[in-house]
């Protein structure tokens, strides 16, 4: 996932509060049948097979949806033409297509089914690398910001370390599907941790970030953004892949002022519904800034750096096709 005043057009949201939660939503009867008649059948498989069988499970159907989804196979091989265009010969695009679409799935499948499995089983397969850079930005008592990007399953991490008892506070786009919102409130039902996590949306003034970082919290967002999202937004060019690209700045800004850490976080996903959590030394020393926009400068192209670095490690991991 202070008292310093921020514009709310610097954080990268409008000024407008929304009046309902995007939360009370009603889902759809449809959505909600669907949703558990696929949960239902996800949760026999794991009494049949386990959670290993339930991964190979996932892996077909990947490869199914990889041999029959055309367009989004297309999609997915223009995006790693546009990223890796050294590296990018078509049978090393077929590959990491593939491997794309088994992820996914299985990703899908377990982040559907996790508030049916035992706790200790979903921390067991949970390795934290970095674990000390959080621990020490805590130690600090002035909140820590982590900085994520669209290269993996987020959801999954924000759920794990809720879990492990960090409290956290997330950005979120207010589109989210039905199935997400449906997920998300059968797990704050099961687990009190991910009950107590807050969620803001990126179209309204989250007043209680401020909050969130005097009490010594995470809040955790996105900064590469994949498209345009209006006049508003705060945004600085950043050097990745061969190209120049914008990416947010008020997050970061925020952070600055509020003397928080700034991390850098990352998601693997491995084998068999294992999955590795990453956090990096701090991106800047949040006693030691003088030159604000320098420092956002400097931060938010070794941002852009790392991820590049990541992206090319694990091409597969590439979201929002």
């Known amino acids: 996932m202070p008292t310093t005043s921020v514009d709310p057009i610097e954080m990268g949201v409008s000024r407008t509060q929304?009046?309902?939660?995007?939360?009370?939503r009603p889902v759809p009867a449809f959505v909600r049948a669907r949703i558990v008649v696929v949960r239902a059948c996800l949760a026999g498989c794991i009494r049949l097979f386990g959670l290993n069988g339930l991964y190979l499970m996932g892996r077909f159907f990947g490869t199914l949806e990889y041999l029959t989804d055309y367009n989004r196979r297309r999609r997915v091989h223009t995006k790693l033409k546009q990223f890796f265009k050294d590296r990018a010969t078509p049978s090393w695009r077929r590959r990491v297509t593939r491997q794309y679409f088994m992820r996914i799935r299985c990703d899908k499948m377990f982040y559907t089914i996790m508030d049916r499995i035992p706790r200790d089983q979903l921390l067991g397969r949970i390795e934290f690398i970095g674990r000390e850079h959080v621990n020490a930005a805590l130690a600090r008592n002035k909140g820590l910001f982590a900085a994520m990007c669209h290269f993996g399953s987020q959801h999954v991490?924000?759920?794990?370390?809720?879990?492990?008892?960090?409290?956290?506070?997330?950005?979120?786009?207010?589109?989210e599907s039905h199935v997400r919102r449906y997920i998300q409130r059968k797990y704050r039902e099961t687990f009190p941790e991910i009950a107590a996590m807050k969620m803001f949306y990126s179209d309204a003034f989250p007043r209680e970030l401020f909050r969130y970082y005097r009490d010594n919290e995470i809040v955790a967002s996105l900064l590469d953004v994949d498209r345009a999202r209006g006049q508003t937004l705060k945004t600085y060019p950043v050097s990745i892949f061969g190209e120049t690209r914008d990416f947010l700045t008020g997050p970061l800004k925020i952070a600055i002022r509020c003397k928080a850490t700034v991390l850098q976080g990352f998601v693997i996903s491995r084998p068999n519904f294992h999955y590795q959590i990453i956090s990096t030394p701090p991106l800047f020393d949040p006693?030691?800034?003088?030159?604000?926009?320098?420092?956002?400068?400097?931060?938010?192209?070794?941002?852009?750096?790392?991820?590049?670095?990541?992206?090319?490690?694990?091409p597969d991991h590439l979201m929002k096709i």
């Open 18 to 24: 929304k009046k309902a939660s995007v939360d009370v």
């Open 157 to 175: 991490a924000g759920l794990m370390m809720a879990l492990m008892g960090y409290r956290l506070a997330g950005v979120r786009d207010p589109k």
């Open 287 to 314: 006693e030691a800034v003088e030159d604000e926009e320098q420092t956002v400068a400097t931060a938010i192209q070794t941002y852009a750096d790392r991820v590049e670095q990541h992206a090319r490690e694990h």
